[in-house]
Antibody, heavy 120, light 112 residues
Framework: QVQLVQSGAEVKKPGASVKVSCRTS????????IHWLRQAPGQGLEWMGV????????IYAQKLQGRMTITRGASTSTVDMELSSLTPDDTAVYYC?????????????WGQGTQVIVSS | DIVLTQSPLSLAVSPGEPASISCSSN???????????MDWYLQKPGQPPHLLIY???NRASGVPDRFSGSGSDTDFTLKISRVEAEDVGVYYC?????????FGGGTTVQIK
């Protein structure tokens, strides 16, 4: 059973940056896309962006462009998401999720979520 | 961006009764003359969402056959043939036709 494991909860001050990691239980993310999504308290789901870990190509939601960076991590089994210039509106649970390159079959695997709190 | 309108906002169903959730898109989700890029997810309290249906009508691995998805182009439906207690939670539709992926507002299903 594939698992995506995310880094732990973070508390940040406004204006700071946060980096959240997503690691697969498999050897590599090859053949998959990794999406980042978030859910503010009591709200619905918001898609933030996606990376092709093989090529490094990324697409970001327009509202986060310039503040968000998704990168391949230190190993082929890790992807990082960094969000800068944090405000209290960025307080949310952040999720990574995986889709396949070919034969689209939905976001079948999700990380457990990482709580990020932005507060002064 | 593609806008998805989901209804109803909430639903209270007796065990064993059917339930139906609708999702309407402001753009066609049909792509490559082949598939409708609509997914359905269920999020139980305190958990990440999990995939129920992909490409409008394909059940994900391990999803009970009481869940079914239908529809094409701009109008889609998720049906639960006989609701069970474990089906409570918030159901979301999501379009995978283009980036940014977008979600419906969610439908909360409760047991009567």
């Amino acid at each position: 059973q594939v698992q995506l494991v995310q880094s732990g909860a973070e508390v940040k001050k406004p204006g700071a940056s946060v980096k959240v990691s997503c690691r697969t239980s498999e050897d590599t993310f090859s053949g998959h896309y990794i999406h980042w999504l978030r859910q503010a308290p009591g709200q619905g789901l918001e898609w933030m962006g996606v990376i092709n870990p093989t090529s490094g190509n990324t697409i970001y939601a327009q509202k986060l462009q310039g503040r968000m960076t998704i990168t391949r991590g230190a190993s082929t089994s890790t992807v990082d998401m960094e969000l800068s210039s944090l405000t209290p509106d960025d307080t949310a649970v952040y999720y990574c999720a995986r889709t396949d390159h070919s034969n689209y079959a939905g976001m079948a695997h999700w990380g457990q979520g990482t709580q990020v709190i932005v507060s002064s | 961006d593609i806008v998805l309108t989901q209804s109803p906002l909430s639903l209270a169903v007796s065990p064993g009764e059917p339930a139906s959730i609708s999702c309407s898109s402001n753009q066609s989700l049909f792509y490559n003359n082949e598939h409708n890029y609509m997914d359905w997810y269920l999020q139980k309290p305190g958990q990440p969402p999990h995939l129920l249906i992909y490409l409008a009508s394909n059940r994900a691995s391990g999803v009970p056959d009481r869940f079914s998805g239908s529809g094409s182009d701009t109008d889609f439906t998720l049906k639960i043939s006989r609701v069970e207690a474990e089906d409570v939670g918030v159901y979301y539709c999501m379009q995978a036709r283009q980036s940014p992926r977008t979600f419906g507002g969610g439908t909360t299903v409760q047991i009567k």
